[in-house]
Nanobody
Framework: QVQLVESGGGSVQAGGSLRLSCAAS????????MGWFRQAPGKEREFVAA????????YYADSVKGRFTISRDNAKNTVALQMNSLKPEDTAVYYC????????????????????WGQGTQVTVSS
């Protein structure tokens, strides 16, 4: 069992930065692939970024590549999403998620592969 608690959401002007953090409980945290997803009003929840257990294999949606960075600190049971050069289209509720088993890079991008979810945190980017 993994419980995820998110923090760091808020409002920022276009071009600014935010850092989201997700604190996880559970002794098996190191075994999970961690991901970030987002959902804008009226849109489907979409993949943002994911990071494998070793912390070296990372994957990003094309829309955020080069602007967002996912990282994890297994010693602290946390995963973070550093968001730079934010755009109004980044406005959404952001969710962290944990997956016990990921078999392919493609499956990392599917929300159906994730077993646990945070409550979501609002990110609003104004122009």
């Amino acid at each position: 069992q993994v419980q995820l608690v998110e923090s760091g959401g808020g409002s920022v002007q276009a071009g600014g930065s935010l850092r989201l953090s997700c604190a996880a409980s559970g002794r098996t945290f190191n075994s999970y692939t961690m991901g970030w997803f987002r959902q804008a009003p009226g849109k489907e929840r979409e993949f943002v970024a994911a990071i494998r257990r070793n912390g070296f294999l990372t994957y990003y949606a094309d829309s955020v590549k080069g602007r967002f960075t996912i990282s994890r600190d297994n010693a602290k049971n946390t995963v973070a999403l550093q968001m730079n050069s934010l755009k109004p289209e980044d406005t959404a509720v952001y969710y962290c998620a944990a997956a016990a088993k990921i078999t392919t890079a493609q499956s990392m991008r599917s929300l159906n592969e994730y077993d646990y979810w945070g409550q979501g945190t609002q990110v609003t980017v104004s122009s």
